[in-house]
């Protein structure tokens, strides 16, 4: 069982605008700027998308913006293309003695 | 441009000791980051295993702690995981990353798959 709550499974054509949520607790996400979200493609590591919520790194495309409301953080990607297709994995720091949690993976697939 | 190159047996017995090695290139090992282990059993999701500073201070996952060391040579400028009495629940992809200041994963390593069977 996964520490942060994502769904399963999203989809959406070219083009369109999808969002993943990752609800957790008071403790963690509603707790702490230190949310962060990864993309993994099959085969690869993760790669950093998001940072403190909703900063992206040098390099990440701004079709990818996140933000935070209460103990639910969500990912946006506008624009879909089929190359963003991957696994979108969230994570954040915890105030608990595992100091790191992950969401569970959620698996966008482009129509 | 930072680059982590995890060494791994590749293949351990179960009730064994699985050793893994992360070479860091790009940086140093005492620049003020935190450093640490990622597993990804197959076809499952991410799970935390440790986090370590330069100092050696260290921050272990509570359902490993038990079986895991972690540490780091700042003279060969890599970490190092140990991680006893194995069992096919530890069969994972192992990830080396580094940590920026606010706990983001902003670098990983390539991964090495590690299985546990006899």
Redesign the interface.
Known sequence: Q?ALTQPASVSGSPGQSITISCTGTSSDVGGY??V?W?QQHPGK????MI??VSDR?SGVSNRFSASKSGNTASLTISGLQAADEADY?C?S?TSS?????????TKLTVL | QVQLQESGPGLVKPSETLSLTCAVSGDSISSGYYWGCIRQPPGKGLEWIGTIYHSGTTYYNPSLKSRLTMSVDTSKNQLSLRLGSVTAADTAVYYCVRYNNNWALDYWGQGTLVTVSS
């Open positions: 996964s700027k230190y962060s990864y590591a993760p790669k950093l940072y403190d790194p994995y994570s720091y003695s595992t100091l790191v949690l992950f969401g569970g993976g």
